[in-house]
């Protein structure tokens, strides 16, 4: 989950940052084994894709195929990170069957996974827990038009007594690769103080609160720093939220006792966090108001990386 960005404005040198959460669901999972040509197993909607990274890992690494299965995936254009954590999954299992064990950075390198925004994505897959990226040095782009992996400044795991409520509605519009570039390029700096506010609320009471596990004021500084980004993106995506039924699902969980709410990266799935005595009595109530119009499922922070191993 992505939870948002800390500085859109770029005056100190620096562009984005973000900060994201691991979780255990939804779930991805492949097999790969070594084979002379190419064989992709999974979903139709997903080979087109599965192909093309499978290709960028086989030309750079000069593998001569392998035989790739697709046995869960995450739900699309989301905003749960599904492009980042296929494309890294998908180089890990390749590299580890061949015997190969390059960093994750140089698998994002590969598939071009540096070129977005924020580093959550790489260290959710290498690390799991709570993190903290640094964000773009402006400089660095200017000079040479290449982007890096953010650098993480702080990672923790995050509380086994807290539970996350996830709520992704049928999506109405859909917002990612140039569409995504174009509303990003077609914003103004966001204001001095409003990033300044953001980095506050996440260095005095975000974080604090997670440090010392009180979910009251941990929710509070989520929902804070949502109102301001959500705030800034409004004219491109209509509202503090990317659809009325997510604007509808997030303030219907605060008024049932959500210690926090807001959106992951463009969404259009809603989280809120609630403690895990209280998860399955919310689950219900969200299901039933929001009905037909999506799904909602619970989950818990994931405090690890990618897990791996050999099938007999």
């Not at 996350?164 to 995504?180: C, N």
């Not at 990266?265 to 919310?282: E, H, M, N, Q, V």
Request: one cysteine or more; a neutral charge.
């Amino acid at each position: 989950m992505h939870l948002g960005q800390l500085d859109l404005n770029g005056s100190l040198g620096r562009l984005y940052g973000g900060l994201g959460l691991a979780i255990d669901q939804p779930c991805l999972e492949i097999t790969a084994e070594k084979k002379n040509d190419l064989v992709i197993l999974g979903p139709e909607k997903e080979k087109k894709r599965l192909q093309r990274l499978v290709r960028k890992y086989l030309d750079f690494y000069g593998l001569p195929g392998v035989r790739l299965e697709l046995l869960e995936s995450l739900p699309m254009h989301s905003g749960l990170g599904s492009g980042t954590q296929l494309a890294l999954a998908v180089g890990f299992a390749i590299t580890r069957v061949y015997g190969l064990a390059p960093a994750v950075t140089e698998l994002a390198v590969i598939t071009d996974r540096e070129g977005s925004r924020s580093g959550i994505g790489v260290a959710a897959f290498e690390q799991g827990g709570f993190f903290i990226d640094g964000g773009m040095c402006t400089n660095i782009i200017r000079q040479t038009g290449l982007f890096e992996v953010p650098p993480i400044l702080a990672r923790t795991p995050f509380p086994e007594e807290w539970a996350i409520i996830l709520a992704l509605p049928h999506k109405e519009e859909e917002m990612f690769g140039q569409e995504e570039v174009k509303a990003f390029a077609s914003l103004p700096p966001m204001a001095e103080e409003i990033s300044g506010m953001i980095c506050r609320l996440l260095l005095m009471k975000l974080l604090p609160s997670l440090m010392e596990k009180d979910l009251v004021s941990f929710g509070q500084a989520v929902t804070e720093i949502q109102k301001r980004i959500g705030s800034h993106f409004t004219p491109v995506q209509g509202g503090i939220y990317a659809s009325k039924a997510g604007a509808d699902v997030a303030a219907y969980l605060l008024r049932q006792g959500a210690a926090g709410v807001g959106q992951s990266s463009w969404g259009p799935t809603i989280y809120a966090f609630t403690s895990r005595d209280k998860k399955t009595d919310l689950l219900e109530k969200t299901r039933n108001f929001l009905g037909k119009r999506g799904l909602v499922w619970t989950a818990s922070g994931r405090n690890q990386g990618v897990s791996w191993g050999w099938k007999e």
